[in-house]
């Protein structure tokens, strides 16, 4: 059995993220630009529910 899903790789993301779509960083897997900088100026990942980037 394959993993295609995951957890955003950014600790206080609650988002689930496609392997095959989501953004590559150090070998690691985010949700949006937001989380794989760091959430650089308090930005993020803008999905429903999570404030990842105030965290």
Do not use: F, R, W
């Not at 394959?2 to 790789?9: A, L, N, R, V």
């Not at 950014?10 to 779509?21: E, K, S």
């Amino acid at each position: 059995m394959t993993t295609t899903t995951q957890k955003c790789d950014c600790g206080p993301c609650l988002c689930t993220v496609d392997l095959a779509t989501a953004i590559q960083k150090d070998g690691k897997h985010y949700c949006s630009e937001a989380c794989a900088n760091g959430h650089e100026g308090g930005a993020c990942c803008g999905n429903s529910g999570c404030n990842c980037g105030q965290a």
